[in-house]
């Protein structure tokens, strides 16, 4: 048997044979690009969070000297000022930090160095954190995340194929003239691309940690109602209305909370009554504890 006999008995036509590694050379392709999109990825994130840090930390040895030595002069003012301005550029500055520095620039109090030097700690712990995990996933990675980080590029050309395998059955049930006016026919398709969506940002998405575990519980039921159209057809309207209705309960559910009406000890607002006091008992001021305030030394302002 010849090696051409031998192809057509396995795959019945050459042109079966054309169309498998044609769909081999194209999920290469996209595997070879989603791996390389995604260790850029990585690195510009890295690059970020090195970024943010070389920042920080240039603030927060002068910071901690002006906190911890109100009686010397060692860190001049516009230095200080300088550094806060730069703080400012950092890629990751959240906005409690950059309002507790826009609020000392615009001020001078002294009073705030102290809330704004714990911040800041905070985060550079939090970012050295972040930045441990993800070397340690780029250069030592685990034995799990060795085989997710090798499975993972494969998940873009898994959704295209899955995405072209539910339009090609919805065209195969078309050529039937009653299938055009069936409303089972179109609603499994839609339900199969979002179960198919739903299965991309469920493993591709790399801010679902941050939405937390609500935001992975939503895709997976997504995913799993959509297992029902494979045992029970005639279920694909109510598979479909139940996908909608879980993703509208996701933007009630993962939506960004807002602040506290209560703020913070040295918000901003807080920090305006605080300093400016109509002789009026505030509980709002009370519960900050700031209601007998201590002296506060300023060492810029001691010069």
């Known amino acids: 048997m010849s090696l051409t006999e031998w192809m057509i ?29 995604l260790l850029g990825a990585r690195k510009d994130s890295l690059a970020r969070i090195r970024q943010s840090l070389s920042i920080y930390t240039r603030l927060a040895g002068p910071l901690g000297t002006v906190i911890n ?3 010397r002069t060692a860190i001049p003012e516009d230095l200080l000022i300088r550094l806060l301005q730069e703080c400012k550029s950092a890629d990751l500055l959240i906005r409690e930090l950059h309002e507790q520095i826009d609020t000392f620039l615009s001020d001078r109090d002294e009073s705030r160095l102290t809330t704004l030097h714990k911040l800041l700690n905070r985060e550079i712990d939090r970012l050295m954190k972040e930045r441990d995990e993800l070397v340690g996933r780029l250069e030592k990675p685990g034995w799990g995340m060795g085989l997710w980080l090798l499975l993972k590029p494969a998940v873009p050309a898994l959704s295209l194929g899955a995405a072209i395998l539910w339009t090609a059955i919805l065209v195969q049930e078309l050529r039937q003239s009653s299938a055009w006016t069936n409303p089972e026919v179109w609603c499994l398709w839609l339900s199969s691309m979002i179960a198919t969506v739903s299965f991309y940002r469920l493993l591709m998405d790399s801010r679902r940690r941050s939405h937390g575990v609500i935001y992975t519980v939503l895709h997976l039921l997504i995913l799993i109602s959509a297992l029902t159209n494979l045992i029970w057809i005639e279920a694909s309207p109510y598979v479909l209305a139940t996908q909608c209705l879980l993703y509208l309960a996701g933007f009630r559910v993962t939506a960004t909370r807002q602040r506290r009406k209560r703020p913070y000890a040295g918000h901003p607002e807080l920090m305006e009554q605080f300093l400016h006091p109509t002789g009026e008992y505030d509980p709002l001021i009370d519960s900050a504890g700031l209601t007998e305030p201590e002296t506060v030394n300023s060492p810029l302002r001691s010069r």
């Open 9 to 37: 008995d396995i795959f019945g036509s050459l042109n079966a044979l054309v169309a498998v590694l044609l769909a081999t050379a194209v999920f290469s392709g996209l595997y070879i690009y989603s791996a390389s999109r």
């Open 69 to 71: 030595r109100p009686t």
